[in-house]
């Protein structure tokens, strides 16, 4: 993947997110002010970067495993229990670079299961990562004994709330950890195995690719993404909260994936779409407010972009507007002389 | 009927007597017609949305969004009663016509935008609690007359146990579904679009038409429990009834239905309200155990019965001798 | 039947897809008690001519007219209520529904407005014995046979519409005894006047039930004769369009295999319920045909050799060395490679550009960490694109834009950058156009000169001849015979089959009576 490739494939996201803080910037003029003081940065659009932080992380995690046509919707409660494992450990006179291994390990645990589950068991991802929806809060409270376990290590304060040359901690997590991603899948060949998987899972195996083993790379990664996020969300509020922590966020990191432009058919795939898509989801919620709406305004706007999502991304609109899009059934009999329809649909 | 497909019915069946054998033997008192009133009227608002929700999925749809339609259902219901005036039986009227209409244009979507159901009804779940929000974001208390009778309304079973409205109301809905699922079309039309969706086009079923009844009856039936809820707990609150749809769908699973379509009962799903009814009893019961155990429980079920339906389609596939794919 | 108005006749019926015309001016008709056979290579317009005909599709230009009014079914339920019923291959009624509940669907018999379990059992006891079928009908269809499958998708049909039935390659997955009794049932509805349309691969049925054949090339008819009288050879030419004789002139030289080194070797391999066990020694620079009916095990004796499912018995060795493979993966690292027969559903990853198709297989092999660079992939891609003659604009094109032939090139493509030992390919010519046929027949003979070792399924019998140094032949999931290069034309591949399907059980692989029948016919 070059650069430029990159780039234009995250267009529509980036002119749909410049379209967004102008329209904040029309509303509140003062949006775009940022103010550095205490040597860390204040403003309405670091906010945004700080706040979309857990979004933007599961986000990244949910690409992959999205781009292998599954879904992981256990990733908020998996944030859950590794917010309540790193306050239990923490609290617990567990070193901090111990408390974190373990923790991501715990998250990578999660993750192992939902692949197995997946990839062993062969049963549907929605399926498979529900039952630990149901189950992980409760193993959560399980962990915190059912209260808000308060810790004040400074050092696992610092992931949620210190900042590193003055921009939010949270912030250089998710940034980091997003190129750190683009990078492994995209230098070397996971990014084209998963998308193949993602596509053709048979053909695939047929080819020699190690289906399950990727599959299980990739919940792992979507926990491990968890897991970091748990510990951004516990830090951000000094304790671990079983039954709230990550509340909702598996469906705001498959908008996060969706609005960036990544098909729920699996394939093709955008981490940097994604994480665009994250900041396009915060930003609207910080826009909501400074309009003056109420936040519960939030929910209806984030139905709205699901169903114009939607009925872009819909096979029903394609064979619509696309007269060169063939019957799926008959396209590989018929030369196709027509040109391809570019790939992402949200445009 | 063949033994593989009354098998997980039957599994449930024989759980839900042993785990309430295993009760009795510990709490001799769990044997009362008290602790079985309790259960029914507990657990009546999601059973009824469960009714639903077995439909959607053994036609292997998803609904999301019926925790949200309960609560919409409830603020919409105090605060028309309250706030607006409007007499009860035609805010009972309006909003199950709003639900249903709800539901159908989530069916339309799914079926002529050719979209996961699961994330058209991701964006019902959204729509539905906002519109809960924008009426009211607080808990909003229902006194209406009409409200007090239905409350009032019990049949006092030998023992002492209280058999009430909303609890005969949700075992109503279940005998309602099973004749919808068993002796109707419509019910025909689930099973086959649940079984492969070319097949049922081609042999006639009217996808389209079905699909969209489909929805329009888990949101119908998301009202009605939004109601019974309302007359559980005398108010309405756009925060209630969250994670709704997960403990349906667990029910409903446990009830012994494929999660993949196509195959299951409705009254296997009442047996799956019963189960996690009985789990929560038995916590309180025992008194030291705490409440998350329920969620750990139910997960561990919803694993058990999933991983049980994948033995078995595994091995019927074995028998046949088919390939299995790569 | 000359005379007499035809109980189904189509006049100048034409079917475009977006500009693509997939049936051209075609005449059809059938008489009522006719058996008529509908024959074509894939891609002759047989599946369109029969989804007009049921309202599955609209045609755009002809008419059709049944018992001499001209109809125009909007759709297949409304093709149901005009006489014409189908029966398509294997995606026909429901497994997780009972025989009944198949048979009344959408027309489920009432009592006080609510459906009648026990109505609709009783009359479907009655419907089946009919055809001499005594099951529990509220059993589910899963637990069926896909013979009785067939016969309850038969019943459904008959018992609907009345007039027309449509049978799409009703016998693709059906065993001799089940493909008689299936014929049987055919006999006893024409005679009772009903008009059958019979869609087949396989020459013997056409020869055996119908009466008479419409033959479809290309979208368009090429003949309608009655069977009587009807040359096979001559069947056969109609189909493919094409002269016999030159091809069978090319067939390949006999081979010393003494001298061929062994690449792998599999003694008593096999799996029960899929394959009987075989032997098969693989030498380099050969071409082992295999020929049999579909059923006859020829997909699954490669599925054993590659990985894909796992033998419970026999040794499998690789370089003389023991071998064993739990996936294709492990295959492909000892220079395996297989192009599968479903391309759609196991060849191509269709969002992927040709070049990424291209190279998956050597990636997938050299692993994740050891990507391929981009430079590198393109050189792939463009040789290969050169070598085989794939016909797309750009390498970056997503291959589901390219055509059946051009898409089985860069699958073939994808192994031969892998530089296999082994190359399986299972019906490598279906459903291509006639020039990628010839070409990929060319390649194989160039493959097997450079030293590869192919193993070459197909139910194409002149290929075959074509191509193979020896022909291996299966029946009823066994391997039966063998023929030695110099004996193979199609006629002692096809007199091997019909010998092998006529051995009684019992005789396990190697060379059975099969081979002795040839030794005479050779002889």
């Known amino acids: 993947m070059t650069m430029p490739a990159t780039i234009k494939r995250v267009l529509p996201q980036l002119a749909a997110l410049v379209v967004i803080l102008a329209l904040n910037t029309a509303i509140a003029p003062g949006f775009l002010d940022i103010a550095y003081a205490n040597g860390r940065l204040y403003g309405s659009l670091i906010d945004i970067l700080n706040r979309g932080a857990p979004v933007a992380l599961l986000a990244i995690g949910m690409t992959l495993v999205i781009a292998t046509r599954g879904i992981d919707l256990s990733v908020g409660a998996v ?269 | 009927m063949t033994s593989s497909r009354l098998f997980p019915l039957a599994t449930t069946f024989v759980i839900f007597l042993i785990a309430y054998g295993l009760c009795i033997a510990e709490f001799p008192n769990m044997l009362s017609t008290r602790v079985v009133g309790n259960l029914l009227t507990d657990n009546a608002f999601l059973g009824i949305a469960a009714v639903g929700m077995t439909f959607v999925i053994l036609s292997g749809g998803i609904d999301l969004s019926i925790g949200s339609v309960i609560a919409f259902t409830g603020v919409f219901l105090a605060v028309a009663m309250g706030d607006w005036g409007v007499p ?239 | 039947m000359i005379g007499r108005e035809p109980l189904l006749r189509a006049d100048g019926v034409t079917k475009e897809f977006f500009g693509v015309t997939a049936l051209s001016n075609v005449d059809f008709e059938l008489a009522a008690g006719e058996i008529h056979a509908l024959v074509g290579e894939n891609g002759a317009g047989k599946s369109t001519l029969i989804k007009i005909l049921t309202g599955a599709y609209r045609r755009d230009r002809g008419r059709i007219a049944l018992e001499g009014e001209s109809i125009d079914p909007a759709d297949v339920m409304d093709a149901q209520k005009l006489g014409i019923g189908t029966v398509y291959q294997e995606v026909n009624l429901l497994p997780n529904l009972t025989v009944a509940e198949n048979l009344f669907l959408g027309r489920e018999p009432k009592r006080f407005g609510l459906t009648s379990p026990r109505e609709a059992n009783r009359r479907s006891r009655e419907i089946l014995s009919q055809y001499g079928l005594d099951i529990d009908v509220t059993a589910v269809l899963a637990t069926y046979s896909v013979a009785v499958r067939q016969i309850v998708a038969i019943a459904r049909a008959v018992d609907l519409s009345g007039k027309v039935l449509i049978l799409d390659e009703p016998t693709a997955s059906l065993d001799a005894a089940e493909v008689s009794r299936l014929f049987s049932i055919l006999e006893d509805l024409k005679a009772r006047g009903l008009g059958i349309v019979f869609i087949t691969h396989f020459f013997d049925q056409v020869y055996r039930i119908a009466d008479r054949v419409t033959i479809l090339r290309n979208g368009q008819k090429v003949a309608t004769r009655p069977i009587a009288g009807l040359e096979r050879i001559e069947l056969v030419s109609m189909m493919l369009g094409r002269e016999l004789q030159e091809q069978e002139a090319h067939g390949a030289e006999p081979v010393d295999y003494s001298k061929k080194p062994v690449v792998a070797s599999f003694e008593g391999v096999g799996k029960r319920g899929r394959i009987a066990p075989f032997d098969l020694t693989m030498h380099a620079g050969e071409v082992v045909g295999v020929a049999g009916l579909l059923g006859s095990g020829r997909t699954e004796t490669a599925e054993l050799m590659f990985g894909i499912a796992q033998p419970d018995e026999g040794r499998i060795a690789v370089d003389g060395r023991p071998a064993s493979f739990s996936s294709p993966r492990e295959a492909i690292h000892h220079g395996f490679g297989f192009c599968p027969e479903d391309r759609k559903l196991d060849g191509i990853v269709d969002d992927l550009s040709v070049r990424e198709n291209v190279i998956l297989a050597l990636q997938a092999r050299r692993g994740w960490a050891k990507p391929l660079s981009r430079k590198e992939q393109e050189e792939i891609a463009d040789r290969y694109i050169a070598a085989l003659d794939i016909r797309t604009s750009d390498r970056e094109k997503p291959i589901k834009f390219l055509s059946g032939g051009n898409q089985q090139k860069v699958i073939l493509a994808r192994w031969l950058a892998t530089d296999p030992r082994l190359l399986i390919l299972d019906e490598p010519t279906r459903g291509i156009d006639v020039g990628a046929h010839a070409e990929i027949i060319r390649l194989i003979g160039e493959l097997r000169e450079r030293g590869m070792s192919l193993l070459v399924i197909s139910s194409e019998l002149e290929e075959l001849v074509a191509y193979a140094t020896r022909v291996r032949v299966l029946a009823d999931r066994r391997h039966t015979g063998e023929l030695e290069a110099g004996a193979i034309t199609p006629d002692t591949i096809m007199r091997a089959i019909a010998a092998g399907e006529d051995e009684t059980p019992g005789d396990r692989g190697g060379k059975g009576r099969a081979a002795e029948i040839l030794a005479e016919g050779a002889a």
């Not at chain 1, 939902?114 to 399926?127: C, S």
């Not at chain 2, 994330?119 to 007359?145: N, Q, Y």
């Not at chain 2, 309302?230 to 309405?236: K, Q």
Request: net charge neutral.
């Open chain 1, 79 to 347: 944030m859950a229990i590794c917010g309540a494992v790193a306050a239990a450990l923490i609290t617990g006179d567990h070193s901090l670079a111990a408390t974190i291994l373990m923790t991501l390990g715990v998250g990578i645990l999660c993750g192992l299961w939902n692949g197995a589950l997946v990839a062993f068991l062969g049963i549907q991802p929605i399926i498979a990562t529900l039952i630990l929806m149901v189950a992980g809060r409760g193993i959560a409270q399980l962990i915190t004994e059912g209260v808000i376990l308060t810790f004040n290590d400074p050092g696992l304060i610092f992931v949620g709330s210190g900042s590193v040359f003055g921009m939010p901690f949270p912030v250089i997590l998710w940034i980091v950890i997003g190129i750190a991603a683009s990078l492994i899948f995209r230098t070397t060949a996971l990014g084209l195995l998963v998308e193949a998987i993602g596509i053709n899972r048979r053909a695939s195996a047929l080819a020699g690719i190690g289906t399950s083993a990727l599959l299980l790379a990739v919940y792992a990664a979507s926990g491990l993404c968890a897991a970091v996020a748990g510990i951004v969300a516990a830090a951000d509020i000094r304790g671990a909260d079983a039954n709230n922590a990550g509340l909702w966020l598996e469906l705001d990191a498959i908008l996060a994936v969706v609005v960036g432009g990544n098909s729920l058919m699996g394939g093709r795939f955008s981490i940097a779409g994604s994480l665009i898509g994250a900041m396009i989801i915060q930003s609207v919620n910080t826009g909501i407010l400074l309009a003056g709406f109420p936040p519960e305004f939030n929910l209806v706007i984030k139905a709205a972009i699901i169903v114009v999502i939607l009925v872009v991304q819909s096979p029903a609109s394609h064979t619509l507007f696309a007269f060169f899009k063939h019957r799926p059934g008959r396209a590989a009999e018929t030369p196709a002389g027509a040109a391809k329809p570019e790939e992402g649909g949200a445009r």
């Open chain 2, 88 to 326: 009860p039986v035609l805010a009972l009227v309006i909003v199950l016509a709003l639900t249903t209409a709800f539901g159908a244009l989530m069916g339309a979507m799914i079926h002529y935008l050719a979209m996961p159901p699961f994330i058209v009804t991701l964006a019902g779940m959204f729509f539905a609690r906002g519109m809960a929000f924008l009426i009211s974001i607080d808990s909003v208390p229902i006194t209406a007359d009409l409200y007090d009778t239905l409350q009032g309304l019990y049949y006092r079973m030998p023992g002492g146990g209280r058999l009430t409205f909303i609890g005969v109301a949700m075992l109503a809905v279940v005998l309602l579904g099973i004749v919808l699922a068993h002796f109707t079309s419509f019910g025909r039309n689930v099973y086959a679009i649940g079984g492969n969706r070319q097949s049922a086009e081609l042999m006639g079923v009217p996808i389209a038409r079905t699909t969209i009844l489909i929805y329009a009856l888990s949101s119908f039936l998301a009202g009605l429990a939004g109601i019974a809820f309302s007359l559980y707990t005398s108010a309405g609150y756009s925060l209630a009834a969250v994670g709704v749809e997960l403990d349906a769908i667990a029910a409903v699973v446990i009830g012994g239905t494929l999660l993949t379509g196509g195959s299951g009962y409705v009254a296997g799903t009442l047996l799956g309200i019963l189960i996690m009814g009985l789990i929560q009893t038995y916590i309180v019961f025992d008194g030291t155990l705490s409440s998350w155990w329920t969620k750990i429980v139910i997960g561990l079920l919803l694993f058990s019965f999933i991983a049980l339906q994948r033995g078995l389609v595994w091995l019927s596939a074995r028998r046949r001798g088919a390939a299995m794919p790569a």
